[in-house]
């Protein structure tokens, strides 16, 4: 089913912002990459705060404020803004922060845009911009995924024994035995794992293609939303996993929900 055109105008607008925020935010980090010390830890020691994280959040309420002054936002790096329109954007300022800090150059921004219907946040425009490569992943639900403008599709069916997938690990050492154990039982029957160190890209490079499949069990809402629609409108399937999520085209999702049942 269509939506309206006023829906698809509004949805166009709404991805030009977010295209605007995970810009500026890519320039702030871009900007501070060579003072990546951390400032201070989240959730342990191995959880770290920059002041690129800071500046990106800070860029990215800047534009905030000038556009869309009534949408509420929800991010990783600092306080909660409510909505007074039922629209809201959950960001992961620098998503792969660990990786900034090592000078990895592999980290992003994740923004997605949630509109309140039925009584839930849905994802209806996401963007997530690979910072050192400059690649720009987006989606408008309905409307498809692309990368820097190009239309993206997952790669299905992939055989399970020639899927590549990508995993990550939490901060806490009880989360990383039971991945640990998670990422054992799964190995035997796949091609290979990788753990790249940003949820977000990895959901992106599922949506292009270049892996096939991805599970973590625990996350927050910023590190998916985004590149959970842009999965999703490129012809793959994102569930639930525990407290995470779980991605792939639609074969290989099926086969590695199997393997992750228990």
């Given at each position: 089913?269509?939506?309206?055109?006023?829906?698809?105008?509004?949805?166009?607008?709404?991805?030009?912002?977010?295209?605007?925020?995970?810009?500026?935010?890519?320039?702030?980090?871009?900007?501070?990459?060579?003072?990546?010390?951390?400032?201070?830890?989240k959730s342990s020691p191995t959880d770290p705060v920059t002041a690129a994280d800071v500046a990106s959040d800070a860029a990215i309420r800047a534009r905030l404020t000038?556009?869309?002054?009534?949408?509420?936002?929800l991010s990783e790096d600092?306080?909660?803004?409510?909505?007074?329109?039922?629209?809201?954007?959950?960001?992961?300022?620098?998503?792969?922060?660990?990786?900034?800090?090592?000078?990895?150059?592999?980290?992003?921004v994740s923004i997605a845009c949630e509109a309140y219907t039925a009584g839930t946040w849905r994802a209806v425009v996401g963007?997530?911009?690979d910072v050192m490569r400059g690649e720009q992943f987006t989606a408008v639900r309905g409307g498809?995924?692309?990368?820097?403008?190009?239309?993206?599709?997952?790669?299905?069916?992939?055989?399970?024994?020639?899927a590549?997938?990508?995993?990550?690990?939490?901060?806490?050492?009880?989360?990383?035995?039971?991945?640990?154990?998670?990422?054992?039982?799964?190995?035997?029957?796949?091609?290979?794992i990788r753990a790249p160190g940003s949820s977000a890209i990895d959901l992106c490079w599922i949506a292009a293609g270049r892996?096939?499949?991805?599970?973590e069990?625990?996350?927050?809402?910023?590190?998916?939303?985004a590149g959970r629609l842009i999965v999703e409108e490129a012809g793959g399937i994102v569930t639930t996993f525990a407290q995470g999520v779980l991605a792939g085209g639609p074969h290989v999702h099926e086969l590695l929900s199997q393997l992750l049942a228990d």
């Open positions: 089913m269509t939506e309206p055109d006023g829906v698809r105008a509004d949805l166009a607008e709404l991805l030009l912002v977010g295209r605007a925020m995970a810009t500026e935010a890519s320039e702030a980090i871009l900007a501070l990459t060579s003072a990546p010390e951390p400032l201070s830890t000038a556009s869309r002054p009534l949408d509420g936002l600092g306080e909660s803004i409510a909505s007074h329109n039922d629209l809201r954007w959950v960001i992961d300022p620098l998503d792969g922060t660990v990786n900034y800090v090592h000078q990895i150059p592999h980290f992003a963007v997530v911009h498809g995924s692309q990368r820097d403008g190009a239309p993206i599709g997952v790669a299905d069916p992939v055989p399970l024994p020639q590549v997938l990508a995993t990550e690990f939490g901060y806490q050492p009880e989360d990383r035995r039971r991945q640990a154990a998670q990422v054992a039982r799964v190995a035997p029957h796949v091609a290979d892996l096939d499949g991805y599970f069990d625990e996350l927050s809402r910023w590190d998916w939303a």
